[in-house]
Every structure is written in C-alpha cells, then in structure tokens.
C-alpha cells in the first residue's frame, strides 16, 4: 500500500489565487513527520513546511500552510496569493516508524497563470 | 544561509564504469541521505548514514553501493558498476544537528546520466 498519496497529477490556478495540493497518508506509528517540497524545472528540491504528528497548531511558513487533519490522515498545502514563480512540481512526504527517511509521493505538477 | 552542495551537477558514463558523486552537507548536521529520482518519476531513499555508519538502507542499495564520509566535510555515493538503469537526478540531503530536528534540506542534485 501506498504510503503517501498525491491524487492531483496537475492543478492550474491564477495568479494571485489561493491553491490546495492534496495529500494523504497511511502509517500506524502515532510519531511522524509530513514535508512538502518544491521542485522547478531546474531540478532542486526545496524544503517547504514541516508538520509533526504531536503538533497542536498547524504549520504555517509565509504563503505556505498546512491544512493538517489527522483524523483523516490528510496533510494538504496551501498556497496563498500565488505567484507565477509558485509553477513547479510539488512532493509531499513523511518520516515515520521512528526512522529519519523519507517516503515521498508521485507529485503534482502546479501551473500558474498570469 | 548554509545549503547542501553536490559535485558535479551533471555527469555522463559508460555502462560498467564506477562513478563517484559528491555532497557537503550542511556544516553542523548530523544526519546524511542519498535519494534519487528517475526521470519524471518520484523520490526514492537510497541510504542514510549517521556517526559513520550506515543507519538504514533500501533495496534499491546494493552491493553496487556504498558511502563514505572520507573527512569532516564530504559525502559521497560510490556505484562500483553503473548500469544503464542508474541513470536518474542524485540527491544527497542532510539533517540535524540535535535529534527531533527533522527537517532534510536537498542539494541541487546530480544528473548521471548512464550509457
């Protein structure tokens, strides 16, 4: 079974607009962790938010948020205000089982329209 | 800002030949990873390594593999016999310095390119 699922293979939105990415999780472990990066087309990937499973309030870093509902197991992010640099490929992942590593889903490809 | 360097940023090899591909972690980490990602595919783990040993492996990690640490400062994945299906983007990542501190932060990577 997939671990971390991603069911939006792209999303478009305009700018300035607020946009979801969805991601949803499966691990019996109560402690872990969920990240989202961010990957241009130039390759890097880039740290975006942090959410840890014992964290009362969710994550919030400038533009980008979490929408964390564990109950649901869901961890989408939420950018605010995008901006045309927002387009890239965007991964979630999570770090369970009481190991560091990362197990990341397929991605969704955001495009950002003037 | 301190960031994660990787070494060389594209590298071009025949089938059979041993690569090395270099990282410098983040100066006060802890905690070191090798991922990779085929083309247009999603990240996979390759191998952490912590306080000079290797902490977890995946499948993918095998005896063509290995890691090592030869300083203070560097990071490297050795593939002893590429194989065309090696190629794909090599991320290496670091974490730490404390335990709890879980966040990995990526180098730019390293385009081997297999053939």
């Known amino acids: 079974a997939q671990k971390i699922t991603q069911t939006q293979p792209g999303m478009f939105v305009q700018e300035k607009e607020a946009v979801t990415l969805d991601c949803t999780y499966d691990t019996s472990d109560p402690s872990y962790g969920l990240f989202w990066y961010k990957q241009p087309s130039s390759g890097e990937m880039i740290f975006l938010i942090y959410q840890g499973s014992y964290d009362q309030q969710n994550a919030t870093e400038g533009r980008y948020s979490l929408n964390f509902q564990k109950a649901r197991k869901s961890a989408n992010l939420v950018i605010s205000a995008s901006q045309l640099g927002d387009s890239a490929m965007y991964f979630c992942?999570?770090?369970?089982?009481?190991?560091?590593?990362?197990?990341f889903g397929k991605g969704t490809m955001l495009l950002v329209s003037p | 800002e301190p960031e994660v360097t990787q070494t060389p940023s594209h590298q071009v090899t025949q089938m059979g030949q041993e690569v090395i591909l270099r990282c410098v972690p983040i100066s006060n980490h802890l905690y070191f990873y090798w991922y990779r990602q085929i083309l247009g595919q999603k990240v996979e783990f390759l191998v952490s390594?912590?306080?000079?040993?290797?902490?977890?492996k995946s499948e993918i990690f095998d005896d063509q593999f290995s890691v090592e640490r030869p300083d203070g400062s560097n990071f490297t994945l050795k593939i002893r016999s590429t194989k065309l299906e090696d190629s794909a983007m090599y991320f290496c990542?670091?974490?730490?310095?404390?335990?709890?501190?879980?966040?990995?932060?990526f180098g730019p990577g390293t385009r081997l390119t297999v053939t």
């Open positions: 390594f912590y306080n000079n040993e290797i902490s977890e």
């Open positions: 992942a999570m770090r369970d089982g009481g190991y560091s590593t990362l197990t």
């Open positions: 990542a670091s974490s730490g310095p404390t335990t709890g501190t879980y966040e990995q932060y």
